[in-house]
């Protein structure tokens, strides 16, 4: 349970959601402030956020996770002839 309450932390951080204090975390997640503050702070030890004057976002090592999932889809191959008409179309080079 423990587990899926920090993901929950994780999805709370959105587009519009980038950078948040624990309430804010707590009222989005519906957790209470102390489970909140727990997880927070676990997921600052493990890297998975940082913090700056109470405020909260995500780290680069989230993309470990997206990285790992996209790689074991092969979403390169399903990519890739797409990026290479738009750089047929622009006559540039797109990575």
């Known amino acids: 349970?423990?587990?899926?309450?920090?993901?929950?932390?994780?999805?709370?951080?959105?587009?519009t959601d980038r950078s948040m204090t624990i309430?804010?975390?707590?009222?989005k997640t519906?957790?209470?402030?102390?489970?909140a503050r727990r997880l927070v702070l676990t997921l600052q030890y493990l890297g998975y956020?940082?913090?700056?004057?109470?405020v909260y976002k995500l780290t680069p090592k989230i993309l470990g996770l997206?990285?790992?999932?996209?790689?074991g889809r092969d979403i390169g191959k399903h990519v890739t002839p797409i990026l290479r008409s738009y750089s047929l179309k622009l006559g540039e080079g797109i990575s």
């Open 1 to 15: 349970m423990t587990f899926a309450k920090g993901l929950e932390v994780l999805e709370a951080f959105s587009g």
């Open 23 to 27: 309430p804010n975390i707590a009222e």
């Open 30 to 35: 519906g957790l209470n402030r102390t489970v």
């Open 49 to 54: 956020l940082e913090c700056s004057n109470r």
């Open 66 to 71: 997206a990285g790992e999932f996209l790689q």
